[in-house]
């Protein structure tokens, strides 16, 4: 999945302040790359990601998918696009606590209409992959932080997403465990060919990536 | 992963305030069902004393209060009438002479009477019971006059544990018990039909009724014959079937109003109950929705979640209510009528209707189902963007 923006723009209103937390952006990433943005807390990291991830929308400027003005697509296309072809890795790993690991890497795929066999095998799959093919059974309150991080990444690869998008995956992790995550996301972006797009704190985060650009103030550029 | 189970876990995902919502419409339910079928039963069984006497005309006493010309007060008049009203009255086919006896007690919490007893000519058991048959075709209509054989209604019967043959006794008077009558009818199953002499020496009527049915001739005009009764004997009235059922529609219109409203306001309150309760549910698990929504769910997942689960609420609350307000229906119609609650228990379906339990368990879900669509549509508006945002 190719990624272009154009003067992205996102501003919020506080109070009677207007606060630009991106602040044109324009930013190219190319397929199959891994690209990590960084920056101190409240530099617009995340705003960025959600606004590349299609989960807001931008005040000013465009967003281009594969070419494609994403501005001009319904709530609807934009789901789509959301549940097929993007994954997403929180840094509070958001997995649903009423449901097991197993259940948590299904969902996905169930929303996309994948048939439950089809869903129970590449669930136990994906979960073997980022090593917890033992513990399928397991709500994320019976889970280690390290291991609610690997369920949240084997749940946004259930429907093999070309974009991955981590905001902080290892922000909660002890630096044993960060390390693990973060060989995994490598893993994925050179063994499933799947863009990587990560906003961290993490040094070693940025010791794998092939782009590096730093976000301060809402402005975004590439790392000196 | 079932979006039913996905339900049901979240919903016991908060154990004691779930079981207290579902506690609170069920309440509601019990109270909307108790009080819906008591009103229905009530207003059946007004309508019932009407069916009867259907196209006859009730002649009874001017200064009579009566619930479908059927005597509550003492009223009464030289049983001859009936035979001068036949003779002397155009347009008069049969005039039957009856004494129709309600064992009313103000004194006690009554609305309806617990039994009657109806004293008419032995040669007009068709006539005034229509087909009735007796139960299992055990036992025979008295024939005699002045016999002292009655045939009584089968709650009457089950109450006391009579059979036929038995000897009773009616108000110090022994008499026998010489069929039962097989009938669904509320007032018949309580009433004990006999002879019209054995009712007036009974109940001290010497020679005197409370009430004539009035057949008219087929086609005669039923005003005519109404407006020549009450001329010819001034101190009577004559009702129509019509006019029996305008006197206490008011009264019904006035009970199924009320019984209307009080459901209205239970039902709007288990809706607010509900709507708050989810309201609190869709609040607490805003990282979830925002979290499905990020995924791409689509909006229509996502409602579905929520009203699942509120009609899951009503679906459970409907059961225990129907099952409990059938049961407070019972006890209601057991305090109104003296009559012990174990009698009741055959005839539950009877006072609470299967078609009404459908209707009431159908009612409680989409009130639940209602209660759930602002938090349903809160719950799609849930932002991940927004909500990291508001949790850092």
Redesign the interface.
């Known amino acids: 999945m190719e990624i272009k923006t154009e003067n992205l723009t996102r501003t919020f209103r506080i109070g009677p302040s207007t606060i630009k937390a991106v602040d044109k952006v324009n930013l190219e990433v190319k397929e199959t790359k891994f690209i990590a943005v960084v920056g101190p807390s409240g530099s617009g990291k995340?705003?960025l990601l959600?606004l590349i991830?299609l989960?807001?929308r931008p005040t000013h400027g465009k967003i281009f998918i594969d070419n494609t003005d994403t501005s001009l697509l319904s709530?609807?296309e934009r789901?789509?696009?959301?549940?097929?072809r993007?994954g997403?890795v929180?840094q509070?790993f958001?997995l649903?606590?009423?449901?097991n690991a197993l259940?948590n890497v299904?969902?996905?795929m169930?929303?996309a209409g994948k048939n439950e066999k089809e869903?129970r095998e590449k669930a136990l799959k994906l979960l073997e992959a980022v090593g917890l093919g033992n513990r399928p059974f397991h709500r994320p309150k019976e889970l280690s932080m390290g291991e609610m991080q690997r369920v949240a990444i084997a749940?946004a690869l259930a429907n093999d997403p070309e974009l991955i998008i981590a905001?902080e995956p290892t922000g909660e992790l002890d630096s044993k465990t960060a390390k693990e995550i973060i060989a995994l996301l490598y893993e994925i972006n050179r063994g499933k060919k799947a863009t990587v797009i990560v906003a961290t704190h993490d040094e070693k985060i940025v010791d794998v990536a092939d782009t590096i650009y730093v976000m301060e103030d809402g402005k975004l550029r590439l790392k000196d | 992963?079932k979006l039913l189970t996905?339900c049901i876990?979240?919903l016991f995902?908060r154990k004691m305030r779930t079981s207290l919502c579902i506690a609170g419409v069920a309440l509601a339910a019990t109270f909307v069902v108790a009080v819906g079928a008591t009103t229905a039963r009530y207003v059946t069984v007004i309508r019932e004393m009407n069916v009867l006497f259907s196209g006859q005309i009730m002649v009874v006493s001017k200064s009579a209060v009566v619930i479908q010309a059927i005597p509550i007060t003492r009223g009464s008049f030289q049983e001859r009438l009936a035979e001068e009203i036949k003779t002397e009255i155009e347009g008069v086919e049969k005039a039957v002479p009856v004494l129709f006896i309600t064992s009313i007690n103000l004194d006690q919490l009554q609305l309806i009477p617990p039994n009657f007893t109806l004293g008419m000519p032995v040669e007009e058991w068709r006539f005034m019971l229509g087909p009735t048959p007796l139960k299992n075709g055990v036992g025979h209509f008295p024939t005699n006059e002045s016999s002292s054989e009655v045939v009584v209604g089968p709650s009457l019967a089950d109450q006391y544990g009579w059979v036929v043959g038995d000897n009773v006794t009616v108000n110090g008077y022994n008499v026998t018990v010489a069929g039962i009558l097989d009938t669904k009818l509320a007032i018949l199953s309580r009433c004990i039909v006999m002879p019209l002499k054995l009712a007036q020496t009974i109940y001290a009527y010497p020679n005197s009724v409370n009430m004539i049915t009035v057949k008219p001739v087929q086609g005669y005009p039923i005003a005519n014959l109404t407006e020549a009764i009450e001329k010819e004997y001034s101190y009577l009235k004559a009702l129509t079937e019509e006019e029996r059922n305008d006197i206490i529609q008011p009264v019904l219109d006035q009970v199924g109003l009320w019984s209307f409203g009080i459901q209205t306001v239970v039902f709007a309150i288990s809706l607010i109950l509900v709507m708050t309760v989810t309201l609190m549910s869709v609040s607490e698990r805003r990282?979830?929705f925002?979290?499905?929504?990020?995924?791409?769910?689509?909006?229509s997942?996502v409602f579905r979640i929520v009203l699942v689960e509120t009609a899951l609420i009503g679906a459970i609350a409907g059961v225990l209510g129907i099952a409990l307000g059938s049961i407070a229906s019972l006890i209601l119609a057991s305090l109104y009528t003296n009559i012990p609650l174990a009698l009741f228990f055959p005839s539950i379906f009877e006072i609470v209707p299967p078609l009404y339990m459908l209707e009431m368990f159908t009612a409680i879900v989409a009130v639940c189902c209602v209660g759930g669509i602002i938090p349903a549509i809160n719950a799609t508006r849930m932002?991940?963007?927004e909500v990291?945002?508001a949790?850092y």
């Not at chain 1, 649903?96 to 449901?99: E, G, R, S, V």
């Not at chain 2, 925002?290 to 909006?299: F, K, N, R, Y």
């Open positions: 995340s705003t959600n991830g989960n807001d709530s609807a789901r789509k696009i959301r549940l097929l993007m997403f929180f509070t958001n649903l606590p009423m449901l259940e299904e969902l996905p169930a929303l869903q749940r905001d | 992963m996905l876990r979240n995902r990282r979830d925002a979290t499905l929504d990020a995924m791409g769910a689509p909006i997942y932002r991940i963007a990291l945002r949790e």
